[in-house]
Nanobody
Framework: QVQLVESGGGLVQPGGSLRLSCAAS????????MNWYRQAPGKQREFVAA???????NYADSVKGRFTISRDNAKNTVYLQMNSLKPEDTAVYYCNTKIGMTSYWGQGTQVTVSS
């Protein structure tokens, strides 16, 4: 079983930055790809970014060039550096990973971009 705990959300002005963290606790499993998703009010959850154990990353078009995903394998932690934030980035951000057939989600952290 894996537990994912996000942190780092908050209120930021447009153009500002935030860094989200997701700490994964694991029991006997090797976690491969880790993902960030987000869900804005009234909208479906959407993919934001992903990173493999080897460091290969991919991003949603809406965040390319502004967000950077990284990981510290020794700490089982994945980060999402968010720069040049826009009001449309406002959402609850979730960390996710899949082991076998089971998908694990964190509780989410709120990011609000507003002046």
């Amino acid at each position: 079983q894996v537990q994912l705990v996000e942190s780092g959300g908050g209120l930021v002005q447009p153009g500002g930055s935030l860094r989200l963290s997701c700490a994964a606790s694991r029991s006997g499993f090797s976690i491969n790809r880790m993902n960030w998703y987000r869900q804005a009010p009234g909208k479906q959850r959407e993919f934001v970014a992903a990173i493999t154990t080897g460091g290969s990353a991919n991003y949603a078009d809406s965040v390319k060039g502004r967000f950077t995903i990284s990981r510290d394998n020794a700490k089982n932690t994945v980060y999402l550096q968010m720069n040049s934030l826009k009001p449309e980035d406002t959402a609850v951000y979730y960390c996710n990973t899949k082991i076998g057939m089971t998908s694990y989600w964190g509780q989410g952290t709120q990011v609000t971009v507003s002046s």
